[in-house]
């Protein structure tokens, strides 16, 4: 699992390439890099509460859409930051199925730093693809 973010691609936003072996290590480096953009220490969240996530979608591009957005929906609407313990992704008919395991705590302010708030993540350049032996993703995110 790696990213790198990219410079000279959203002149208000943040962008990243995410690369994985497979498409749960992709969507892992995906998540850390948007948690990154967050919280400067992601390491500091404790598993202290847990919340299952299952996604269906039939293209590869828009199930790590809607997985980067339920995870930031988390931290909008319950103040919680997530980290992803389990999660597997299984080809089903012509889609994906996604089951995952997030586990993490409230924001706290005192021992969280926050960096910028991601407000969305956008559908501009997003481009999910299977490159020889790997999967590669770019993301923009609307901070």
Known sequence: MSYRFLEN?????????????DFEELLRGAWEATLETIIPQ??????VTSRPVHLEHNQA???????????????????????????EVRKRGEGYRLDALLVGERID???????????????????????????????????
């Open 9 to 21: 691609t959203a002149i208000a936003d943040v962008a990243f390439e995410a690369t994985g072996r």
């Open 42 to 47: 992601p390491d500091l969240i404790e598993p």
């Open 61 to 87: 591009d828009l199930l790590l859409y809607d997985f980067l957005q339920e995870l930031l929906f988390y931290k909008d609407a319950e103040s919680m930051l997530l980290r992803i313990d389990h999660i």
């Open 109 to 143: 302010r005192f021992r969280h730093e926050l960096n910028v708030d991601v407000k969305a993540v956008t559908l501009h350049q997003l481009r999910v693809e299977r490159v020889d032996s790997e999967w590669r993703a770019t993301v923009v995110l609307d901070v």
